[in-house]
């Protein structure tokens, strides 16, 4: 009964709540404090039993709790409140209940990227005010937000953004990792920060024996290798490696070569703050590269042809294109910044920018997609106000298979209503959940009088539109905040309009 509920509705705390509401009424008699004690009671339970314990004190809490309190107990307990707040909307009621204002939002988000935990960010900065905050410091094992890049498709703008010279360093089609290592221990997370250390073994068994620092935090890029030629494989070829079973017969097939490309924390030290050229050199003491670690392929250059140069033979070699870096950037956790600049072979051609977008609804399909999904909604984040703006329709480049398979990846994230978080003026078949990105190449962004990302930035009472999107590829190692943002789409679109003149 629950689980067929469940179907219809999307939501298990809702269920749950249904449920009660048809039993014997209820009296409120529970405290916030039990309910934290036995959530906490679940949350800690571990070994042999562990499910029982867990089972027991979820179960304690429900056969006391209203309809309504039981809904909010199961989504805590579930991770999936589905209030339509978001991280960065915690930070601002934060900044203005314990820091003095909305001013304080970014010394808050700085300890946000350094930990990667709002839970302790809040306690801290409750307990101690801005004054605790400021002395919140990378910690090994707890993942960084990692820093992100722009992007552009024209040299000379690249060289202008970067003060004239750039380190032009090799970007790989693989999985973006962060290695922690304290000791013999070694964690490596994603860059949406889950812990996959058991999905890549081979990975931190060398980090163990070619990362010669005794603690060390460092980012890299994870490539699926041929075993034959040694040559680069795309990053489809890690799938494998996302299995919960099969992993050892995974590593032995299919071979990797991490490249490491910056150190964030090294020895007692936190490199946050020092200029990306000096990361560098500390990287190159501490890393002994071979075949299978190894520090990403770079070159410092300072004139168009020289990064045209470099470019191309990044791409010979089978990587996507470069990353220009300025040489003294710092590392901006959790940002997007001209300080990192993608290049990359999509951004060349006569279409537009790939971009990283989320599906937010679903189209029933007709004639051949009958059955299953014709189209699907996509949006941009717009990280000032923390939700999701629609930007195009998506129905081409998805294989047959592939559209098969659609409807059992997205059930899941299926919604009776709109989620709070998405912000449209059109009306899908199918509310999804912001959850799912998938990468996609369009002819041009043009003005729309329908779609919300960048609504009345360009022109009153217009968004804007990608024409002709096609899918390309699941970006399953990005989170929904790491999409293409709306302010990268009005920047893409102006870059546009000029170069039209």
């Known amino acids: 009964v629950v689980a067929r509920q469940l179907t219809r509705a999307g939501d298990l705390g809702s269920v749950v709540e249904a449920l009660l509401e048809k039993g014997k009424p209820h009296r409120a008699v529970l405290t916030a404090d039990e309910v934290y004690e036995g959530l906490d009671r679940a949350a800690r339970a571990s070994g042999e039993g562990a499910q029982t314990s867990r089972i027991a004190a979820i179960a304690g809490l429900l056969g006391r709790a209203t309809p309504a309190e039981a809904k909010y107990i199961v989504r805590m307990a579930t991770g999936k409140l589905r209030l339509g707040v978001g991280d960065m909307t915690i930070l601002d009621a934060l900044a203005e209940v314990f820091a003095g204002g909305k001013q304080a939002r970014k010394e808050l988000e700085r300890a946000y990227n350094l930990t990667s935990d709002l839970g302790y960010v809040a306690a801290v900065v409750a307990e101690g005010g801005l004054e605790k905050i400021r002395k919140i410091h990378v910690v090994v094992g707890k993942p960084i937000r990692p820093m992100l890049a722009e992007r552009l498709g024209d040299p000379g703008e690249i060289l202008a953004k970067l003060g004239g010279r750039c380190i032009a360093e090799y970007k790989y089609d693989g999985e973006r990792l962060q290695l922690h290592k304290k000791g013999n221990d070694v964690e490596i997370f994603s860059r949406r920060l889950e812990k996959i250390t058991d999905q890549y073994p081979d990975v ?170 014709g189209a699907l909604l996509m949006a941009a984040y717009d990280d000032q106000d923390d939700n999701f703006k629609t930007v195009c329709k998506l129905g081409t480049g998805f294989s047959d298979e592939f559209l098969g398979d659609l409807p059992k990846m997205l059930r899941r994230y299926e919604r009776p209503d709109r989620p709070l978080r998405v912000d449209t003026r059109i009306v899908p078949d199918v509310w999804l959940e912001p959850a799912i990105l998938f990468e996609a190449i369009g002819a041009e962004i043009t003005l729309s009088p329908v779609h919300t990302a960048g609504w009345d930035v360009v022109r009153k009472g217009s968004g804007l539109a990608i024409r002709f999107p096609r899918f390309t590829r699941v970006r399953e190692d990005k989170s929904p905040t790491d999409a293409t943002t709306v302010k990268e789409l009005v920047e893409m679109y102006r870059r546009r309009v000029k170069k039209a003149g």
């Open 204 to 373: 931190a068994d060398l980090a163990r024996r070619y990362l010669k620092a005794a603690d060390a935090i460092a980012e890299g890029e994870v490539v699926a290798v041929d075993s034959e030629t040694g040559e680069l494989r795309p990053f489809q070829d890690l799938m494998p490696r996302r299995r919960k079973y099969g992993i050892e017969e995974a590593v032995e097939q299919i071979p990797t070569t991490l490249f490491v490309f910056d150190t964030i924390y090294v020895d007692g030290k936190d490199l946050t703050e020092e200029p990306y050229q000096q990361r560098r050199e500390v990287l190159s003491r501490v890393v002994t590269s071979n075949a299978r670690f190894r520090m990403a392929t770079f070159a410092e250059v300072a004139s168009v042809d020289e990064l045209e140069r470099v470019f191309e033979q990044a791409v010979q070699e089978g990587c996507e294109g470069l990353v220009c870096k300025a040489m003294g950037g710092v590392y901006q956790a959790g940002a997007r910044g001209w300080q990192w600049i993608k290049f990359k072979r999509e951004y060349r051609s006569e279409m537009t920018d790939a971009v990283d977008l989320v599906v937010v609804g679903a189209f029933h399909g007709r004639g051949r997609r009958g059955g299953g999904y």
